[in-house]
């Protein structure tokens, strides 16, 4: 299967972490993804997790990654207004397919 | 500065008429793909091209067509918008297949009155 599930919205105060769920289907997934979209620009790449690996750590992002239950989490440290954005999850097909998620539209008040 | 380029970013067109999206990449990738994205969905892939190679997705409706001149551009022509087409058109390019990543132009957001 292909479907990627996210919940749709997180509302977060400034300063606090975030964290991002998903939940994937396709159990022979390689890679997982997270990628950001701000305001009328393109997907860009946040970080990635091979699946193999349990967690992984880039400065302020955590992705943690539960085979067993084919969870995947993204953790935002102090969280900022800049960190407002779509969130996309995604798991490789194959060699060249995504399937992303809907995307979690997460706002960052004051 | 090395990126991915779309043109226009708004495309207006009228039902039936056919359109055309342009994608230009200074990466020098092999593989560009295109993807639709409806309104709070997930982008979804269309097809791709490794190199001059095309592959198009089973479930793509014929309307749409690519065409690959060369390896810096890529244009998606839709032959008789529908309705059901106004959507947000991503162009990704990799530089190969497998554990690459994709880097997505800003998107065309298409119209169709």
């Known amino acids: 299967g292909e479907d990627v599930e996210q919940s749709l919205f997180l509302s977060v105060r400034e300063g606090d972490s975030s964290v991002i769920n998903c939940t994937y289907t396709?159990?022979?997934?390689?890679?997982l993804y997270w990628y950001k979209q701000e305001p009328g620009a393109g997907l860009q790449l946040l970080t990635y997790?091979?699946?193999?690996?349990d967690m992984k750590q880039d400065q302020r992002l955590t992705v943690l990654l539960n085979k067993k239950d084919k969870h995947l989490s993204l953790r935002i440290a102090d969280t900022q207004t800049g960190d407002s954005a779509i969130y996309f999850c995604?798991?490789?097909?194959?060699?060249?397919?995504?399937?992303f998620g809907a995307g979690t539209t997460v706002t960052v008040r004051a | 500065d090395a990126m991915v380029i779309q043109n226009p970013r708004y495309q207006v067109t009228q039902f039936g008429k056919p359109v055309t999206l342009s994608c230009s990449q200074t990466?020098?990738?092999?593989?560009m793909y295109w993807y639709q994205q409806k309104s709070s969905q997930a982008p979804k892939l269309l097809f791709h091209?490794?190199?001059?190679?095309?592959?198009n997705e089973a479930d793509t409706p014929d309307n749409f067509q690519s065409r690959r001149p060369n390896t810096s551009f890529c244009f998606l022509d839709i032959r008789s918008p529908g309705l059901g087409d106004a959507a947000m058109y991503l162009c990704?390019?990799?530089?190969?297949?497998?554990?690459?990543?994709?880097?997505f132009g800003p998107g065309t957001r298409l119209t169709v009155t």
């Open positions: 990704a390019t990799s530089r190969g297949r497998g554990r690459y990543e994709q880097y």
């Open positions: 396709d159990s022979s997934s390689t890679y």
């Open positions: 997790i091979f699946s193999n690996m």
């Open positions: 995604a798991e490789s097909i194959n060699d060249y397919k995504l399937s």
């Open positions: 990466l020098n990738h092999n593989v």
């Open positions: 091209y490794y190199d001059k190679d095309f592959n």
